[in-house]
């Protein structure tokens, strides 16, 4: 990671350089409790109620139009992830109309059939199960949902990485990463600015021709708003999905009574998944701005506070979830433990939650049908903060 611009503890109240940080962040991270305050004036909470609340509760949102100042340099491209009613209520319902729980249950047989194909490729040899597996998979199946031609799917892993670090705030990035991220969205949006005008003269059976089409009652997506549609999804729907199928392998290889548990009840998969989702998230954290005088936990908060919600540590609160720190695959089984917040809450849950569940499912089942052990070695984390997730993962693989 590039040295930070400024004094990242100071503004965090974590220092995300830390040597042992990337390892394990949660021994980094403050513990969950009340909102504190750090010494440059962010407000920061890993509780579980402040940020469940803070995530639920319209007195938060990503209004203002000033908090580019504090977390990103320069105009900013808003996909309706970071906008706040009604612009956010409008653009949602579009995206919802072409983007249906439908079309990603559709896609099991298609998901099934690629992790086949990616195991077997790698099958015999000791292999790098984010190389061989994590990253191509989530990126083949969101090229193919928008309709990307197989021959620029290399194009989009760059770019996807590119906008993925750039999510880090921009006080912790070099200035290449900056200028890397900035150069891959125009690529980006050059792109998919000319196959949306293909969509509109020749539609098919895909996501990009249903998100050009779209309407609700007169209203339709404007092109700058479906370009950002297209980056969300993109960084969103590869990303998250990547760092779902590395974490969850990791954490099933390091407890081997749990990966027998995964291995004895495919059945159980699903809930499988919502534990591994908690105890190690793709996202770990967002930034909320307090919209009008509100308080949050009994803090008063006036209007254009920062509050830095930490999901990933709240996954860990003691006060909501027993043994935190231990994995559970039976935790979510009887459906009453509470949910994680590692998609979310409130009106900006996660869109392409239905669709990174059925990918984790399915990759992590029948990657576990094999015989799969770890290679001896440090295992590596990528530079991201926002985004978690490894670099490599190195395992002897068999069928």
């Known amino acids: 990671m590039g040295q930070a611009i400024v004094d990242a503890a100071a503004v965090l109240g974590f220092d995300p350089f830390d040597p042992t940080f990337r390892a ?22 890993s509780s579980y109620a402040l940020c469940e609340h803070a995530l639920r509760d319209p007195s938060f949102g990503h209004g203002l139009g000033d908090e580019g100042e504090t977390w990103r340099q320069g105009p900013r491209q808003r996909s309706f992830l970071t906008m706040d009613p009604p612009d956010h209520t409008r653009l949602r319902r579009l ?10 249950e559709r896609l099991r047989p298609r998901v099934t059939a690629l992790v086949d194909e990616l195991l077997d490729a790698a099958a015999g040899a000791r292999t790098d199960l984010i190389a061989a597996l994590a990253y191509p998979l989530p990126v083949i199946v969101i090229s193919e949902l928008l309709g990307v031609p197989a021959a620029d799917r290399d194009r989009f892993k760059d770019w996807s990485e590119a906008l993925a670090r750039g999510l880090d705030p921009d006080f912790l990035l070099p200035e290449s990463e900056i200028v890397r991220r900035e150069a891959a969205r125009a690529e980006f949006n050059a792109y998919f600015r000319a196959l949306a005008a293909e969509r509109r003269a020749s539609p098919r059976d895909d996501l990009l021709s249903a998100l050009v089409a779209v309407s609700d ?24 999905t990547v760092n779902l199928i590395g974490n969850g392998a990791l954490a099933l290889l390091r407890n081997p009574a749990q990966l027998a548990l995964f291995r004895s009840q495919p059945d159980a998969a699903p809930a499988a998944i919502e534990e591994l989702l908690r105890y190690d998230p793709p996202v770990q954290f967002t930034l909320r701005t307090a919209v009008v005088d509100t308080e949050l936990g009994g803090t008063p908060l006036p209007k254009g506070s920062f509050v830095l919600l930490l999901n990933g540590m709240a996954n860990r609160d003691p006060s909501v979830f027993a043994e935190p720190d231990r994995l559970d695959l039976t935790r979510y089984a009887g459906g009453s433990a509470a949910r994680h917040l590692s998609f979310g809450q409130g009106i900006h849950y996660c869109l392409g939650a239905p669709l990174a569940r059925l990918e984790g499912q399915v990759a992590l089942s029948k990657l576990f049908e094999r015989n799969v052990t770890m290679a001896a070695g440090p295992v590596t984390y990528r530079d991201n903060l926002v985004l978690r997730g490894l670099e490599s993962l190195h395992v002897d693989l068999s069928a």
């Open 95 to 104: 995206v919802s109309k072409a983007f249906t729980p439908r079309l990603v």
């Open 217 to 240: 009652g007169g209203d339709a997506l404007t092109e700058e708003e479906l370009l950002a549609t297209c980056v969300l999804l993109l960084v969103a729907g590869h990303e998250t």
């Open 24 to 45: 394990d962040p949660y021994r980094g991270y403050p513990p969950p409790g009340r909102l504190v305050r750090t010494d440059a004036g962010l407000w920061v909470t």
